[in-house]
């Protein structure tokens, strides 16, 4: 139903900026609630962001608030990740996702989200 890509990953320098963009492929993409998800070496995955079908609330994991923006153009069918002020940790493979119904608020679970991109991977060195 939903077919999502991302791009946009890379390899930076500590500091450093990169923006991440996740293109949808179905007509209805503005109905659902996006999120960014990434997971590193050994970890599970972890939420990132999460944004409303029309972009009017953002939620935040911790550890990027302040740093990291999400952002979408319906119109484009596009969801993006700005991300400024990397940090080694930020290392993932970093996955947009689309919330598993539309018009359903989104959270940091990764149980509610069905559908996933393929992953892009940004490595911050220092």
């Known amino acids: 139903q939903v077919q999502l890509v991302e791009s946009g990953g890379g390899l930076v320098q500590a500091g450093e900026t990169l923006r991440l963009s996740c293109a949808a492929s179905g007509r209805t993409f503005s109905n659902y609630a996006m999120g960014w998800f990434r997971q590193a070496p050994g970890k599970e995955r972890e939420f990132v962001a999460a944004i409303t079908w029309s972009g009017g609330s953002k939620i935040y994991a911790d550890s990027v608030k302040g740093r990291f923006t999400i952002s979408r153009d319906n119109a484009e069918s596009t969801v993006s990740l700005q991300m400024i002020s990397l940090e080694p940790e930020d290392t993932a493979v970093y996955y947009c996702?689309?919330?598993?119904?539309?018009?359903?608020?989104?959270?940091?679970?990764?149980?509610?989200?069905?559908?996933w991109g393929q992953g892009t991977q940004v490595t911050v060195s220092s």
């Open positions: 996702a689309a919330m598993k119904a539309p018009y359903i608020f989104p959270s940091g679970e990764t149980s509610g989200y069905a559908y």
